[in-house]
């Protein structure tokens, strides 16, 4: 089945640029997306973008996606300490009807 | 405030007993999910309802059971709850551009 991979952790200072990487073994997904989770909640789309685009930028965020090596990432420049959460990455199943499947995720920690 | 809606927020529970979680969506989505998020585990997908009258097993199935009682909601049971069930369970609605996810509901089971 698909697999969907992102490392767990990443630490950056206020400012700096942050980049979060995913990658993904199924290379007929049509629907990639980063979603945003704070403690507590719930999960919050971000952004997301379809296979046929290599990149989509929205304000602050940046995703680069990179069909044959099944590899996407999420650009945030400028980084805040407001970002500090946890970042899923996903991708649309082509097995199946509309399922999302999901990365383990990133916790992103801004530092002053 | 237009999204999906899920209740309770918090539920302790016994080895053994029961309880259904609720959850319902006012976006007019036809497909929902269940979802349950364990540390360094990421989504797991649990039970899907494509539209209304149907549901379909997801990744992790054993233990639960759903009802899609009609286009707004789709409930989640647990018949006789175990230690491993303790997680945060997530319901979500979709549309094409991604889904909309209710904020959960911590449940543990002692």
């Known amino acids: 089945g698909e697999d969907v991979e992102q490392s767990l952790f990443l630490s950056v200072r206020e400012g700096d640029s942050s980049v979060i990487n995913c990658t993904y073994t199924?290379?007929?997904?049509?629907?990639l997306y980063w979603y945003k989770q704070e403690p507590g909640a719930g999960l919050q789309l971000l952004t997301y973008?379809?296979?046929?685009?290599d990149m989509k930028q929205d304000q602050r965020l940046t995703v680069l996606l990179n069909k044959k090596d099944k590899h996407l990432s999420l650009r945030i420049a400028d980084t805040q300490t407001g970002d500090s959460a946890i970042y899923f990455c996903a991708v649309r199943n082509s097995g199946g009807y509309n399922k999302l499947i999901f990365g383990a995720g990133t916790r992103l920690a801004v530092h002053p | 405030n237009a999204g999906v809606t899920q209740t309770p927020k918090f539920q302790v529970l016994k080895t053994g007993q029961s309880m259904t979680l609720q959850c319902a969506q006012d976006?007019?989505?036809?497909?929902m999910y269940w979802y349950r998020q364990d540390p360094g585990m990421g989504l797991r997908l649990i039970y899907y309802?494509?539209?209304?009258?149907?549901?379909d097993k997801g990744e992790v199935p054993n233990g639960y059971n759903v009802s899609r009682l009609n286009k707004r909601e789709f409930s989640l049971r647990l018949e006789s709850a175990a230690p491993s069930q303790t997680s945060v369970y997530f319901c979500?609605?979709?549309?094409?551009?991604?889904?909309?996810f209710g904020s959960g509901t911590r449940l543990t089971v002692v």
């Open positions: 309802s494509a539209s209304e009258g149907t549901t």
């Open positions: 979500a609605s979709s549309a094409r551009d991604g889904y909309t």
């Open positions: 199924d290379s007929s997904s049509t629907y």
């Open positions: 973008i379809f296979s046929n685009m």
């Open positions: 976006m007019n989505h036809n497909s």
